[in-house]
T-cell receptor, first 109, second 115 residues
Framework: GQQLNQSPQSMFIQEGEDVSMNCTSS?????WLWYKQDPGEGPVLLIA?????ELTSNGRLTAQFGITRKDSFLNISASIPSDVGIYFC?????????FGAGTRLTVKP | NAGVMQNPRHLVRRRGQEARLRCSPMKGHSHVYWYRQLPEEGLKFMVYLQKENIIDESGMPKERFSAEFPKEGPSILRIQQVVRGDSAAYFC?????????????FGPGTRLTVL
């Protein structure tokens, strides 16, 4: 099946810094989704990407769908404490969604 | 417009008991998905249902687990004779349309602890 590899596994940054994380796959995806999960909650959709090369922003978040369709990155600019959480990339796999293992972000005030 | 609702939020069961997890999709959504999440891991697909139909249960363990989405009422994930390894967070998601590529919206999850 399709595997999604996320890196880094965890990040510790200072408030105000920019953050970059990425997701790669051994096979092609036609859609990339980025979710954020707060402790004790379900994942919340941040950005959806539908076309290779697409660059999409949502506030301080920017995500790109790689040209090869095998990777995607998520950037967060000027991080704030509430950005803390786990960020997951996901892509459709037949009838379900395949998730990466997540990048755990810690923001120090 | 309420989001996906799940209850209970926390469920404690002893080994051998049954666990019933409920999920009400977003209004207007007729496609429901169940996922399981172990600590420090991503979500793993279990089953995809439409009203009264199981579309894909390829991620569901063959024994003790079952799911339904009746014509009326919430979707139910049922685990019989629970074991310690069933302890996990179980998330339900819904979408307006089914199939790959459509955005899925998640509920807050049910955290199952098996003693």
């Amino acid at each position: 099946g399709q595997q999604l590899n996320q890196s880094p596994q965890s990040m510790f940054i200072q408030e105000g810094e920019d953050v970059s994380m990425n997701c790669t796959s051994s096979s092609i995806f036609n859609t990339w989704l980025w979710y954020k999960q707060d402790p004790g909650e379900g994942p919340v959709l941040l950005i959806a990407l539908y076309k290779a090369g697409e660059l999409t922003s949502n506030g301080r978040l920017t995500a790109q769908f790689g040209i090869t369709r095998k990777d995607s990155f998520l950037n967060i600019s000027a991080s704030i404490p509430s950005d803390v959480g786990i960020y997951f990339c996901a892509g459709p796999n037949n009838n379900d969604m395949r998730f990466g293992a997540g990048t755990r972000l810690t923001v120090k005030p | 417009n309420a989001g996906v609702m799940q209850n209970p939020r926390h469920l404690v069961r002893r080994r051998g008991q049954e666990a019933r997890l409920r999920c009400s999709p977003m209004k207007g959504h007729s496609h429901v998905y169940w996922y399981r999440q172990l600590p420090e891991e991503g979500l793993k697909f279990m089953v995809y249902l439409q009203k009264e139909n199981i579309i894909d249960e390829s991620g569901m363990p063959k024994e003790r687990f079952s799911a339904e989405f009746p014509k009326e009422g919430p979707s139910i994930l049922r685990i019989q004779q629970v074991v310690r390894g069933d302890s996990a967070a179980y998330f339900c998601a819904s979408s307006k349309w089914g199939g790959p590529g459509y955005e899925q919206f998640f509920g807050p999850g049910t955290r199952l602890t098996v003693l």
